[in-house]
Each structure stands twice: as C-alpha cells, then as structure tokens.
C-alpha cells in the first residue's frame, strides 16, 4: 500500500472509531432512564454494539500505525477527534435519541454494504461483522421513528423537532474527509455521493410514512470534521475522567 493511501486510510479508520465511540456514550447516559424497561435494555445493548464496533476500528487502525487504542480514546484532546457533530450532541429527550440513532444507522449499514467491498481486506472483513449488529439497529430504530412519529400530537411534535434541528447535522456525514478520493480511487471505501444517495432513498419514504417533513430551510453543513461542536469536549471530559485521573492504572 502506497504512504499517500496509508495516511488516508489511517484518518478515515479514525473517523469512523471516533463516530462509534461518541454515539457509544451518548446512548450510555440513557440507561436507567430510558422511557420504558425494554428500551432500556435495548438502548444499553445498542451503546455496547457501537462501542465494540468503535473497539474493532480503533484495533483496525492501530495495526497499521502500531500506537495503543486505549491512548487513542483516553488521552487525545477534542480537537485531536474526527467525529461528526451529529453524534456528538447531548442526548436530548428520547426522540432526539431514537431520530439520531436512526439517520446514522441507515448511513451505516449503506456505507458497510460498500465497505463490505472494499480492496483492503482487512476492511471488507471487519465491515462484515459489524453490519450483522447494525441490522438489528436499524430494524429497532426503524420501528420507533414510525411509531412515534405517528403517536400523539406530543411525540409527533418532538420528533418533528428533532428532525429540524438534527438533518443538517446529519448532512455532514456525507462530506468526504481531506484526503479520501486517493482511497475511493484505489477502491478502499466507497464513494460519498453514492452513500447519500442511497441513504436518503431510504430515509426519506420513511420519514414521510411516519408523518414527518425533512426541514426545507436547514441550514449547509459544517464543512469538516475538525470543527466540533462545543459538547464533544465535555464528553470527553466525562468519558476520559477516570483513566486521566489514574495514569497508568492497570484495569
């Protein structure tokens, strides 16, 4: 492999552990208090699902540059993270929660489809045990943007509002990082514009068939990854409190 395609490669494994990683513990923060006991379970269940899935990336990635997924999570700054802003916002009421889950896990199971494909193998092959999970999500999430979306006039109006806050944030998930084209050129990923496509064939009947209108007026979306919004760093602040307070521990 090529350096100018290993770097790349290198930054868009980042991306993709850091998104699992911030919508790991954004989901986290609902268990023991999610609206009935099944979804408190299944919320719990979907964070450890993202957060292995975020492991396996991360595992991925340090195989090519040799440094220690637990530095990689612990001990890196906010700027220094590639997630997308989506993932990053606080955790809202439980239809922001269910709306976010589901725009994401639509994108995900479109990109490991084409990730599934990828000339590097040891991408193809990790896409493929993560997409048998992010079936199960989206099927689950699926069910619950319809259920509330065609609910009372009060989750009605709650999930309309999320989507008018979160689909340009959702957006971003389909700006190609800095250097990505050298790894669609070499057929490593697939290409964005096929993944948006793809997506909002999806996400778009659905949503009008549980009664909500995509935001005509949203705003761009942010441009790259490097910008953040301001809740990522204390999110970190939370998920990195222990080890940094404890440098060296063994757990």
């Given at each position: 492999m090529e350096i100018s395609t290993q770097n790349a490669l290198q930054n868009y494994l980042l991306a993709l552990a850091d998104d699992e990683l911030a919508l790991a513990h954004r989901n986290s923060e609902w268990i023991g208090h999610a609206p009935i006991l099944e979804?408190?379970?299944a919320i719990a269940n979907i964070a450890?699902?993202?957060l292995g899935h975020a492991a396996l990336w991360y595992n991925l990635l340090c195989q090519l540059t040799g440094d220690d997924p637990d530095r990689l999570?612990?001990?890196r700054d906010a700027?220094?993270?590639r997630s997308a802003q989506l993932l990053e916002l606080p955790k809202g009421d439980w239809a922001f929660t269910i709306l976010r889950q589901y725009l994401f896990d639509v994108y995900e199971v479109v990109l490991l489809d084409g990730l599934q494909e990828s000339a590097y193998q040891p991408v193809a092959d990790t896409a493929v045990k993560i997409r048998s999970?992010?079936?199960y999500h989206h099927r689950h999430t699926h069910t619950w943007v319809k259920?509330?979306?065609l609910g009372s006039v009060e989750s009605h109006g709650r999930m309309q509002g999320a989507l008018n806050e979160l689909w340009p944030y959702a957006l971003q998930l389909f700006i190609p990082l800095a250097d990505e084209a050298v790894l669609v050129d070499d057929g490593c990923?697939?290409?964005r514009t096929a993944v948006y496509n793809q997506w909002l064939n999806i996400v778009q009947p659905h949503l009008a068939d549980s009664g909500l209108e995509i935001p005509a007026d949203a705003g761009p979306p942010t441009p790259n990854r490097a910008a953040h919004s301001p809740h990522?760093?204390?999110l970190l602040a939370d998920l990195q409190k222990v080890a940094r307070e404890h440098p060296g521990a063994n757990w």
């Open positions: 979804e408190d379970i450890q699902d993202e999570v612990y001990w700027a220094d993270f999970e992010e079936i259920r509330l979306g990923v697939p290409q990522l760093a204390g």
